[in-house]
């Protein structure tokens, strides 16, 4: 079959035709892509940055310290904090003497003292469940009970509750009192942590 001139350019016109058509469409779909698919795709990767950035941050935390080197007592809130370079990383519920409000004074009072003490020793086989001796009466205390004709007294620890209940009590009952002769007393498990993150030595202060 034969080509005539004529259809060679029939043939030309058509196919140029074409290719401008798809050219345009080209060009078109490119312009679709720059003016809303590629600004929206640009900004779910900077997102998807910036959720797995904060998601990040979110789960970082500094670990708990070993030990603790300081301890809060708050008696007002009855709470036991313990410390690291200032940041509290444990806190656990106390119960208090049974005269609660006030400094200790003197021998008897049932108060549970105020003020700056060393944590300076321990006992693993007292009457209670472990205990830890807070270093009052200090010089201070012992100077205002001289004084006034007292004897200040002492012996006052942070410990658990007793090895041996007393009758007619529960544990939760030791939970819901004050009732320590001047002590500071918290649950077993909370003791059982205060007794391996306190070292002797550490220094704690007690609030009203």
């Known amino acids: 079959m034969k080509w005539r001139a004529s259809d060679q350019r029939r043939w030309s016109a058509g196919h140029g035709k074409h290719e401008r058509n798809g ?6 779909s490119a312009s679709q892509w720059n ?3 590629f600004p929206g795709f640009i900004t779910s990767i900077v997102l998807a940055i910036f959720l797995l950035c904060f ?10 310290p070993v030990f603790a080197d300081q301890v809060i007592v708050r008696k007002g809130d009855r709470t036991l904090q313990l410390l690291n370079n200032g940041r509290v990383f444990r806190e656990y519920p106390i119960n208090l003497g049974k005269s609660p409000r006030g400094h200790k004074i003197q021998e008897g009072d049932k108060r549970t003292p105020e003020g700056e003490y060393l944590l300076d020793w321990r006992n693993p086989n007292s009457r209670f469940y472990k205990s830890i001796h807070i270093s009052y009466p200090n010089a201070a205390d012992r100077d205002f009970a001289r004084a006034i004709g007292v004897k ?7 410990h658990g509750r007793p090895n041996r209940l007393q009758p007619g009590f529960v544990e939760k009952d030791y939970d819901d ?7 500071i007393a918290v649950k077993n498990n909370a003791m059982d942590e205060i007794w391996y993150k306190v070292r002797d030595g550490t220094p704690i202060t007690i609030l009203p």
């Open 35 to 37: 003016q809303g698919l």
């Open 152 to 158: 200040p007294g002492g012996m006052i620890m942070i």
């Open 177 to 183: 009192l004050d009732w320590t002769d001047g002590c």
């Open 55 to 64: 998601a990040g941050c979110a789960v970082k935390r500094p670990p708990d």
């Open 23 to 28: 050219a345009c469409a080209h060009a078109r």
